[in-house]
């Protein structure tokens, strides 16, 4: 079987470095992207199995140069993992609009911008493809002072739901959501951004002090997790949705569970509403 082609974003630190050394050691080609991808090295790279690129997922041209340097290069883009974000921590009262539209810009319309041009190549070339959105458990369920970040993963998670149901299946484009929990990556140190001004009402939360707690302690080894984004890639029929991470399967689990019960246990009134003597469709 040919090499298969990745295209990943964010591959500067965590998840998206290590996910380029895992297709590299697989036999398989990477074009590898960052902001500024002067500063990106990675071992066993060559003109024949790597290309490494400037993307910023806010800028759509930088984004329509990446995937034409891949599809000069190599012909195709098999995979394209979208892995650029960050996390932005503060209680929501302490963020300011432009913090929030930061964060929006970079983890919601940053992966918008990213898909809308992977689902063009892989249609218009005819070679299908699987396109990967690096979400969290945060995409899932809500965590104190993230609520700006878990806002832009739930959007992940609805956008790339319905966009999975609108492709026609002879295109083989596939969509996998992939919901890390904690991993010890840069996600809670470089990549974290802290408010910049504290409302003084949330002097019982300290969102800087929790998040160095959690630093390097999380359960996840990110070689692993890598491995496992290599494994989603490759499958021939990948789940929509995969949580990756002990915390998240276990807070999964458990969010159904309740969820389900809170579904029961308003049941009636659910079902209250109908219009009197309305029939449902087969």
């Known amino acids: 079987m040919a090499p298969r082609v990745f295209l990943i974003t964010g591959t500067s630190t965590g998840f998206g470095s290590e996910l380029v050394k895992v297709v590299l ?17 990675f071992e066993g790279t060559n003109d024949t199995n790597s290309l490494i690129v400037d993307l910023d997922v806010t800028k759509p041209d930088t984004i329509d140069k990446a995937f034409d340097a891949a599809v000069k290069k190599f012909g195709r883009v098999d995979v394209v993992v979208n892995n650029a974000g960050y996390g932005l921590a503060g209680e929501f009262e302490s963020l300011s609009d432009e913090e929030v ?43 104190p002072t993230y609520s700006i970040y878990n806002a832009s993963k739930f959007a992940v998670e609805g956008f790339t739901d319905a966009i999975s149901k ?40 300290d969102a800087r002090s929790n998040a160095g707690k959690r630093h390097h302690t999380q359960a996840g080894d990110p070689v692993k997790g890598a491995q496992a984004f290599y494994e989603l890639a490759v499958m021939k029929d990948p789940p929509l949705r995969c949580v990756v991470g002990t915390d998240a399967y276990k807070l999964i ?14 049941e009636k009134l659910s079902n209250s509403t109908d219009v009197d003597g ?3 469709p087969n």
Request: glycine fraction near 10%; charge should be positive.
């Open 25 to 41: 050691d697989k036999g398989d080609y990477v074009v590898a992207t960052a902001r500024n991808s002067s500063s990106l090295s």
């Open 101 to 143: 539209k930061t964060q929006m810009d970079v983890n919601f319309y940053g992966v918008v911008n990213v898909t809308r041009k992977a689902m063009q190549v892989m249609r218009d070339l005819k070679t299908g493809g699987v396109i990967q959105q690096v979400t969290s458990i945060g995409g899932l369920l809500g965590v």
């Open 166 to 205: 609108e492709v026609k299946p002879e295109w083989g484009i596939k969509f996998t959501l992939i919901e890390p929990g904690g991993f010890r990556t840069d996600w809670a140190g470089r990549s974290m951004q802290f408010h910049a001004n504290k409302n003084s009402a949330y002097d019982h939360i």
């Open 253 to 266: 689990s458990n969010k159904l569970k309740a969820d389900l019960e809170s579904v029961k246990k308003y």
């Open 278 to 280: 309305y029939q449902a």
